[in-house]
């Protein structure tokens, strides 16, 4: 018996519709731009953040390997 998790492979076409039209009569045809637009800031946001965190751990990996050759 195989397990496959909800969001993956169990979704289809029908359950894609019916979460688009809840959230049609929850936020209106109006809202939704915003509501992406937002969400799009949000991601920005946040890859923008986890490359700030990457290039910190790099630097900080960098100038362990030189502390260690001198």
């Not at 790099?58 to 030189?66: F, G, I, V």
């Amino acid at each position: 018996m195989q397990v496959t998790p909800l969001l993956f492979g169990t979704i289809g076409f029908w359950e894609i519709l019916l979460i688009v039209l809840a959230f049609l009569l929850l936020f209106g045809g109006k809202k939704i731009p915003e509501l992406m637009r937002g969400l799009g800031k949000g991601v920005k946001s946040f890859r923008e953040g986890m490359n700030e965190v990457e290039g910190e751990i790099k630097e900080a990996a960098k100038e362990k390997d030189s502390d260690k050759k001198e």
